[in-house]
């Protein structure tokens, strides 16, 4: 494939058209400066105090999270707060973990960020793809690190019995190790009895018993059930419910889970589940983003970005970016609004949102939705979030880095890695570029495999590669216009301009390949 063509398809993955960005509209300078950060969490404050060894304060930060996700009637997603900003810890080096265990030894708190970030450390050894795909070395360093991560939560949990934070994380352990239904029943009992109305340690006992791990067809879906009438004035068991049946369907094409979701019993139960949340929590940005998943799964739209546009007037970094998604393209016949996009993505940019930062790179590179094209800055972004673990910051870095684009020197080595890394932490596009990697140096088998999954997952520019390859017979694939036909077809649903364009020429060169609904 010609570099040139290759680098397009990398960099438009963040980049519909500029077909739809609006005549007249006025710029958006982005002065991310006139957008205060409104985060949900505290992790950057977090973050300050570790790397600052400022360890009094850091443990004070903590204390305030956690007495906050116990009182009654708070935002669901203040409880998750506290257990992810000890996650999230594992973004950082190892050694700033250490020096807080060795400054505080008898903090179970220390100790539980530290495990929970070895936990983060020994998935990305393994990787995230399938067990098949994963290395023999993959598998050793895992099972290192989770054996490290168990010494330090079950310490933890001895020196704080009250913590639900160390069990919670255990059950992952259990999962990763292998060590049985009993144990992680028993970590769940742990998680109870620091607090009743616990709710992290039951949502990944919810994981734990899926079919694709240590549970049968339904085990995950009675066992929420269960919680549910066992302790029906906890309005957060509701949520388990919601979650095993989007778990159950969450390794589905789209097509299929919305069919799932719209069976009358499914939507029933999950509905009556959402108006128990949202009575517990009427603002309340973690359900209401739960509440916009559940419409994108039905096919509805509308109800999608009213959920999410509450989600932003409260402030919400993620909504921000989700919504700004959906209305920078065309999706289900939304009129594109990249100047809104645009907005949103600085909002949300400037409060830290990872992924954000890599979408407004984005439209920095192509000087798109009022923004000035800046590729100095859009790299610098990119940075960042790479260095944050944004998948989407990975991967469009590891493009314009192997290709030697946006000013940066072209290093090939450096640009499959930071793919790679993308592709590690499960990123679609990443899976086809990789394929396309894998075409290129001669292996048809697994290179088509990877661009397969990657289009079944939704990926839109994996389609429009596999659309080209076989329409033009490159690298040994097979010519056949009829497929490549409905693989644009594939991308031009998943709203992408390309797709279409190229669906579009296909069509009036073989008219004969027509179908009824294709675009004109």
């Known amino acids: 494939m010609p570099r040139a063509l290759a680098t397009t398809l990398c960099l438009l993955l963040l980049a519909p058209s500029a077909r739809g960005q609006q005549q007249g509209a006025?710029?958006?300078?982005?002065?991310?400066?006139?957008?205060?950060?409104?985060?949900?969490?505290r992790f950057a404050e977090v973050q300050a105090a570790l790397l600052a060894r400022d360890f009094d304060r850091l443990e004070a930060v903590f204390d305030e999270l956690q007495a906050d996700s116990r009182v009654p009637g708070v935002s669901r997603g203040r409880y998750v707060s506290y257990q992810e900003s000890l996650g999230w810890l594992g973004y950082l080096k190892a050694g700033h973990l250490d020096a807080w265990v060795a400054a505080k030894p008898e903090s179970s708190r220390a100790l539980s960020a530290r495990g929970k970030a070895r936990i983060s450390w020994a998935w990305e050894a393994r990787g995230y793809g399938w067990a098949r795909e994963v290395t023999e070395e993959g598998?050793?360093?895992?099972?290192?690190?989770?054996?490290?991560?168990?010494?330090?939560?079950?310490?933890?949990?001895m020196l704080d019995p009250r913590s639900h934070a160390a069990p919670a994380a255990l059950i992952t352990v259990a999962m990763g190790l292998s060590l049985g239904r009993d144990k992680a029943f028993e970590y769940l009992r742990r998680a109870e009895a620091a607090d009743p109305t616990e709710a992290v340690a039951h949502e990944k006992m919810v994981t734990f018993l899926l079919p694709k791990w240590f549970g049968g067809e339904r085990d995950a879906l009675e066992f929420a059930r269960a919680a549910v009438a066992a302790t029906p004035q906890e309005p957060n068991r509701y949520l388990l419910v919601i979650l095993a049946h989007e778990q159950l369907t969450s390794d589905l094409p789209h097509d299929a889970q919305m069919r799932y979701f719209q069976q009358p019993a499914v939507r029933q139960e999950v509905a009556q589940a959402f108006e128990r949340l949202r009575a517990a929590y009427p603002i309340d940005w973690y359900v209401l983003g739960k509440q916009a998943e559940f419409a994108r799964q039905l096919g509805d739209l509308a109800g999608r970005l009213a959920a999410l546009q509450e989600s932003v007037d409260l402030g919400d970094t993620d909504a921000m970016f989700r919504l700004a998604r959906i209305i920078d393209r065309n999706v289900a016949g939304t009129p594109p609004d990249l100047v809104r996009a645009a907005r949103l993505l600085c909002r949300a940019a400037h409060a830290g949102h990872g992924e954000a930062k890599a979408q407004l790179?984005?439209?920095?590179?192509?000087?798109?939705?009022?923004?000035?094209?800046?590729?100095?800055?859009a790299v610098t972004l990119l940075r960042e979030a790479a260095a944050e673990g944004a998948p989407d910051a990975l991967y469009l870095l590891g493009c314009v880095t192997y290709y030697g684009e946006a000013g940066v020197r072209r290093d090939p080595a450096a640009g499959r890695e930071l793919v790679k890394r993308a592709f590690d932490v499960g990123h679609i596009e990443a899976r086809g570029l990789v394929g396309l990697w894998l075409l290129e140096a001669g292996d048809g088998r697994r290179g088509i495999d990877l661009l397969q999954e990657a289009v079944r997952q939704g990926g839109r520019r994996a389609a429009v590669r596999l659309g080209?390859?076989?329409?033009?017979?490159?690298?040994?694939?097979?010519?056949?216009?009829g497929i490549a036909a409905d693989f644009y077809r594939d991308g031009a649903n998943l709203g992408d301009d390309e797709a279409r364009a190229c669906l579009l020429d296909l069509l009036t060169l073989h008219p004969q390949l027509r179908r009824p609904g294709d675009p004109r």
């Open 468 to 481: 080209r390859l076989v329409e033009s017979g490159d690298l040994r694939v097979q010519r056949d216009l």
């Open 361 to 377: 790179a984005a439209f920095l590179l192509e000087g798109r939705g009022g923004v000035p094209r800046d590729p100095a800055r």
């Open 139 to 157: 598998w050793r360093v895992m099972r290192e690190r989770l054996l490290l991560a168990k010494a330090d939560l079950e310490r933890a949990m």
């Open 26 to 41: 006025e710029p958006v300078l982005c002065p991310l400066e006139t957008h205060p950060p409104q985060p949900v969490y």
